[in-house]
T-cell receptor, first 116, second 114 residues
Framework: GAGVSQSPSNKVTEKGKDVELRCDPISGHTALYWYRQSLGQGLEFLIYFQGNSAPDKSGLPSDRFSAERTGGSVSTLTIQRTQQEDSAVYLC??????????????FGDGTRLSIL | GENVEQHPSTLSVQEGDSAVIKCTYSDSASNYFPWYKQELGKRPQLIIDIRSNVGEKKDQRIAVTLNKTAKHFSLHITETQPEDSAVYFCAARPPLNAGNMLTFGGGTRLMVKP
């Protein structure tokens, strides 16, 4: 079936604006993750959703960042009052289970966010 | 929390030579260690993973070794080809983690010269 789908692929916006990034995980995958990858850097964990459990938000860098996952499927990452340091590629991943199952995470192509 | 260090940050090899990338982790309870390959502008792709109950795993030209005592694991690519050029990321996952979150290393940019 289809892999993890993210939209938009690129987003350019002015400092101070809000942005929404969308992730559509692989069908049937209960676990969904958001990561941030700054230019030439590794992957920084942001937030994790598992089924209907409360999300793990421990990686969110500030209260300007939030995420939702409606119906256990599509997720939206929202960044309010964007700053230039928010410029990065935002990657979404999903896996078939969490909680110790060690199922591999499958990544989307990411959204490249540029804050002017 | 878990901390993963990856070395080297860049690696240049001649086509046909071997490449080795090393990672160390801090949490001795970590039990799952995947490796991802990310080509320029593309998504990270899982290429191989190893669990803590084995010391080595091989898949064609790629192998991963794990030393639990020393808390390090390595990726070995033999007979490198230009298409192996990419950024490689190691990761570790502690079992006590409530989810399936991975802690990633900083990445290694591998360049295979033809």
């Amino acid at each position: 079936g289809a892999g993890v789908s993210q939209s938009p692929s690129n987003k350019v916006t002015e400092k101070g604006k809000d942005v929404e990034l969308r992730c559509d995980p692989i069908s049937g995958h209960t676990a969904l993750y958001w990561y941030r990858q700054s230019l030439g850097q590794g992957l920084e964990f942001l937030i994790y959703f598992q089924g209907n459990s409360a999300p793990d938000k421990s990686g969110l860098p500030s209260d300007r960042f939030s995420a939702e996952r409606t119906g256990g499927s599509v997720s939206t990452l929202t960044i309010q009052r964007t700053q230039q340091e928010d410029s990065a590629v935002y990657l979404c991943a999903s896996s078939s289970a969490g909680g110790g199952s060690n199922q591999p995470q499958h990544f989307g192509d990411g959204t490249r966010l540029s804050i002017l | 929390g878990e901390n993963v260090e990856q070395h080297p940050s860049t690696l240049s090899v001649q086509e046909g030579d071997s490449a080795v990338i090393k990672c160390t982790y801090s949490d001795s309870a970590s039990n799952y260690f995947p490796w991802y390959k990310q080509e320029l502008g593309k998504r990270p792709q899982l290429i191989i993973d190893i669990r803590s109950n084995v010391g080595e795993k091989k898949d064609q030209r790629i192998a991963v070794t794990l030393n639990k005592t020393a808390k390090h694991f390595s990726l070995h690519i033999t007979e490198t080809q230009p298409e192996d050029s990419a950024v490689y990321f190691c990761a570790a996952r502690p079992p006590l983690n409530a989810g399936n979150m991975l802690t990633f290393g900083g990445g290694t940019r591998l360049m295979v010269k033809p």
